[in-house]
């Protein structure tokens, strides 16, 4: 291969590098990416379960179960951000809580 080629090759693939992280932002910012990265998470985290359902609970959850106090999807810490709790040994999902009430529950 001549190194007029080796560019054209390599910029074909640049370009498609940038198209890719293009569209891998957009995908990240949609509905699907958001529930696609968050059910990965737990997962990395040890939850089982149905995962569908626990999004959608997720989702709806406005009100810690512990304290009652509203909750936040936030992703920087905050006192009332909503987080999941799941039993560390299990993985088994118990409930949506504050972060208080979830860092004083183990």
């Known amino acids: 291969m001549d190194r007029k080629e080796y560019y054209k090759e ?6 498609n590098n940038v198209q890719r992280k293009e569209w891998m932002k957009n995908y990240r910012e949609s ?4 529930k696609a990265y968050r059910v990965s998470d737990w997962k990395r985290r040890g939850l089982v379960g149905d995962y569908d359902f626990i999004y959608d609970l997720f989702l709806k959850t406005d009100k810690c179960d512990v304290c009652s106090c509203d909750v936040i999807y936030s992703k920087k810490s905050c006192s009332n951000r909503k987080c999941m709790d799941h039993d ?3 993985g088994e999902f118990r409930n949506i ?3 208080t009430c979830n860092t004083k529950r183990r």
């Open 31 to 34: 509905p699907a990416g958001r």
């Open 97 to 99: 809580l504050c972060h």
């Open 10 to 15: 390599y910029d074909k693939q640049r370009r």
């Open 88 to 90: 560390h040994k299990t």
